[in-house]
């Protein structure tokens, strides 16, 4: 029995190295750019009122400025952009929603595109309200779900690895899709997979905007993974993840 137990314990040793070695030369960790390829890279935003310590304001801002990007897609319904756009750090959107603010600096000091590719809407906003009011389910699954989340925030929330990784992305969709699954119908408007659709569809037209140019796009956890997969459904469209561009990021926590 020990002796099958460490030659699957070897084995299993295996695995993960050559797995690692597969990873380290995956294109989706390449920062290096493709000439007249069209790139994408998904900045999952933490949202909510106690975001993991790791992330703020600077770290879109040090992901945009090291991407180069030649568009920046932000996370605003395009009705409102100009309003955004001319007040600035004033708008009652970028004070709920900061890295707007620090994204839109970018764009402006570099040249970059700037994309609303948000689907909130006013009915959105009523109805999340709404629900708020009503308070949050007692659903033992989505209670699960969010303890977990708020556990591993705990325990790695000053980890940018974490903050920006792809396991952070799918907890935080988990638990909004068991909240949904918890409250069918309840939220109205403000369904993560109304709301998730109504940014995809934004998505998708803003990006036949900018064939061939290198694209970063800061949109909320619980969507981000969304974002990605249709990003990476295009065969002309390779993704990029935010941790390709490590260098930068260890630079900024210095």
């Known amino acids: 029995m020990s002796q099958s137990l460490g030659v699957f314990t070897s084995c299993r040793s295996l695995l993960v190295l050559s797995l690692a070695l597969v990873a380290c030369g995956d294109p989706w960790m390449d920062a290096a750019r493709v000439a007249d390829r069209t790139e994408v890279i998904v900045v999952p935003v933490p949202r909510g009122p106690s975001p993991p310590t790791a992330f703020g304001d600077a770290v879109v ?111 935080v969709e988990w638990e909004w899709r068991a909240l949904e699954g918890a409250v069918p119908g309840a939220l109205g408007a403000a369904a993560p997979s109304r709301v998730g659709a109504a940014h995809e569809a934004a998505f998708r037209a803003a990006l036949d905007r900018h064939h061939g140019e290198r694209i970063l796009v800061a949109i909320d956890a619980k969507h981000a993974s969304r974002i990605e997969r249709a990003a990476g459904s295009d065969p002309d469209v390779r993704v990029v993840s935010p941790l390709a561009f490590e260098s930068a990021l260890d630079a900024l926590g210095e």
Not at 110 to 131: C, I, L, N, Q
Not at 151 to 166: N, P
């Open 61 to 171: 801002a040090t992901l945009a400025r090291a991407a180069e990007a030649d568009a920046i897609f932000v996370e605003v319904p395009p009705s409102d952009l100009a309003r955004i756009e001319a007040a600035g750090a004033r708008d009652p959107w970028v004070q709920a929603m900061p890295d707007v603010g620090a994204l839109l600096a970018v764009a402006r000091a570099s040249g970059a595109s700037v994309e609303p590719v948000s689907g909130w809407t006013a009915e959105v906003g009523r109805d999340w309200r709404a629900f708020i009011t009503r308070g949050l389910p007692s659903d033992a699954l989505y209670r699960r779900a969010h303890d977990h989340r708020v556990r591993e925030d705990q325990d790695h929330g000053d980890e940018l690895d974490w903050v920006l990784g792809e396991a952070r992305r799918r907890l």
